[in-house]
């Protein structure tokens, strides 16, 4: 079964309004998270690295206020696309790590499909 | 820097044809790790295989093998007798160790039509 929850699996909204994805661990304790996004036929670009208790590490271009992500537990980060706009539609996909070593296997979601109208 | 190269932008062959996928990456790192996803068109990430920088040995899993060669960077991955359920897009990428952050290539669409 999944080992890594991701909620919703599709999202629409209206320009303006915030969304928030949530990615779970299901049974280890992620000590990082990553939040990748992929438009249609690319491939996926990291976004940033969420560490539990401590603010993520934006990569570069992505804006950070905008993206919002918050770790506050070892199963449980979350992203909030605040006023998303249509150039937010995209596939936003989570992964996790357990921390127990370097180059371990990560777990990814079944991804979030956005679509700003 | 790190990077993949996945050349192949789309493949089509016909099913119980051979194929395999080509990925050549850069690193400065001397261990790193090496990885193969599988994305059908539902979107998630089928975990497929991990190599390390310090295992070169090829690997064979039914009918999928990947040959690792440190010499020319590259991690080229063999779908034997094809099947059309092995259509999707296939990832390659790259873990340098220090972050665990998996760096990605542009990818593969595989076709396989029966």
Redesign the interface.
């Known amino acids: 079964g999944a080992v890594v929850s991701q909620h919703p699996s599709r999202v629409i909204c209206k320009s303006g309004t915030s969304v928030k994805i949530e990615c779970r661990s299901l049974d280890f304790q992620a000590t990082t998270m990553f939040w990748y996004r992929q438009f249609p036929k690319q491939s996926l670009m990291l976004m940033a690295t969420s560490n539990e208790g401590s603010k993520a590490t934006y990569e570069q271009g992505v804006e950070k206020d905008k993206f919002l992500i918050n770790h506050a537990s070892l199963t449980l980060s979350t992203l909030t696309v605040t006023s998303a706009h249509p150039e937010d539609s995209s596939f936003y996909i989570c992964s996790a790590h357990s921390g127990r070593g370097a180059g371990e296997k990560l777990f990814f979601g079944s991804g979030t499909q956005l679509s700003v109208l | 820097a790190q990077k993949v190269t996945q050349a192949q932008t789309e493949i089509s062959v016909v099913e119980k044809e051979d194929v395999t996928l080509d990925c050549v990456y850069e690193t400065r790192d001397t261990?790193?790790?090496l990885?193969w996803?599988k994305q059908p068109p539902?979107?998630?990430?089928v975990?497929l295989i991990?190599r390390?920088s310090f295992d070169e040995q090829n690997e064979i899993s039914g009918r999928y093998s990947w040959n690792f060669q440190k010499s020319t960077s590259s991690f080229n991955f063999t779908i034997t007798a094809s099947q059309v359920v092995d259509s999707a897009v296939y990832?390659c990428a790259l873990?340098g160790?220090?972050?665990?952050?998996?760096?990605?290539?542009?990818?593969t669409?595989l076709a396989v039509q029966p």
């Open positions: 261990t790193y790790y990885f996803y539902s979107g998630e990430l975990f991990r390390n990832f873990n160790g220090a972050t665990n952050k998996l760096i990605f290539g542009t990818g669409l």
